[in-house]
């Protein structure tokens, strides 16, 4: 496992629709069938030793996410990255 684990966001506890890259979520997991914590790991691990832009195309190649799924995943952990 990566060296920092992200976090998958809880749901607004307002009810209001998530901002940003989590926005995907829902829909990432309603299209692939998986929870997005998985996705969120994959992309961790890969990120411990490929730049964004191969770790997209990895998961577009090799798992079949769609472009904006694929980046909205490897944008989320970057950025919980960035604020630990």
Do not use: C
């Amino acid at each position: 496992m990566s060296r920092d684990r992200v976090l998958a966001p809880a749901p607004p506890a307002d009810g209001s629709r998530p901002k940003g890259p989590a926005s995907y979520f829902p829909s990432i997991e309603a299209t692939y069938g998986r929870p997005v914590q998985e996705w969120l790991d994959l992309a961790a691990d890969r990120l411990d030793v490929d730049p964004h832009m191969q770790v997209v195309a990895w998961l577009k190649a090799e798992h079949g996410l769609g472009h904006g799924h694929a980046n909205a995943v490897v944008a989320y952990v970057k950025a919980a990255r960035a604020a630990q």
